[in-house]
């Protein structure tokens, strides 16, 4: 069901949906919610929604390896070195598993071209691995990659949770003219991308083939607990313009939603918005 459920609860494809309706990108702050990862740009159709983990869809979609990769790249977060030319590129964004859980210490091997199409096969230009933090965060500051023939814009990435199998896929950028005559390109690997003075933030939100309890469920269960301190609660069906207290502080939401253990006002800026 893609709409709102018998007990009133909007399910996350049905916010997706909306917010692409609208000319709005889903933040990935969404905690639990899979972002729509995509923007936009005029005439465009409307792709297929990334996979999201709560409806019984796919986990993020593999791709090819191609013929770059590397093993053995080096820890760290930022692939820029000193006089590194380019347009500045930081990407961020979380990894879950098939509950909508976030995954701590997920590794996430990244490559790609420089600002010319080329790749660094002697070394580790523009290559590099993290892990996901305890919320399953990860954020890679790199450059927009060039184009070489053949292929649209991309960013390679393998992610391996733990003691899971690793997946192989490729990010993509919304409005590239080769989109359309890339023959592995994908929408559903597209990142929601925005200009930032001079520089570009890309998100995507990854969800992994990982079991988790409890499994895929289309509504949230319902607890019913109270926060502390405040009026906020779990299982309450909560309307745009509705106000809460958490922890001391209020809030107005911003969005209809069912609440739920880890949507807190304070972890979801895109749904609560503090007063």
């Given amino acids: 069901m893609d709409h709102e459920t018998s007990t009133g609860h909007v399910t996350r494809k ?59 790249s080096p820890l760290r977060t930022s692939l820029l070195e000193s006089g590194t030319a380019g347009v500045r590129l930081t990407v961020s964004g979380y990894v879950f598993g098939l509950a909508c859980r976030p995954i701590a210490g997920v ?7 420089d600002t010319n199409g080329a790749y660094d096969n002697t070394g580790f230009r523009f290559r590099g691995h993290q892990f996901t933090d305890a919320q399953g965060a990860f954020t890679l500051t790199t450059i927009v990659p060039g184009l070489y023939p053949g292929r649209t814009r991309h960013l390679h990435v393998k992610l391996q949770a733990p003691g899971r199998p690793v997946l192989t896929t490729q990010l993509y950028f919304p409005g590239e003219p080769r989109n359309a005559t890339d023959t592995i390109f994908d929408p559903r690997l597209l990142m929601t991308v925005r200009d ?36 906020w609660a779990a299982g309450t069906a909560y309307r745009a313009g509705d106000a809460v207290t958490y922890g001391g502080p209020g809030y107005v939401c911003l969005q209809a939603h069912t609440a739920q253990a880890g949507w807190e006002p304070p972890n979801v800026p895109a749904l609560w918005k503090a007063r």
């Fill in 14 to 72: 049905a916010v997706l949906r909306a917010a692409l309706a609208a000319g709005m990108a889903a933040p990935a702050v969404l905690m639990g919610v899979p972002a729509l990862a995509r923007t936009l740009t005029t005439g465009e159709a409307a792709p297929a929604l990334t996979p999201e983990c709560d409806d019984g869809d796919d986990p993020t979609p593999p791709q090819t390896e191609g013929p770059y990769f590397k093993p053995n």
């Fill in 107 to 113: 590794l996430l091997d990244f490559w790609q071209a």
């Fill in 196 to 231: 930032a003075g001079g520089a570009r933030e890309g998100v995507f939100d990854f969800v992994l083939n990982v079991p988790q309890d409890p499994g895929p469920s289309p509504t949230p269960t319902a607890t019913s607990t109270g926060s502390p301190g405040g009026t």
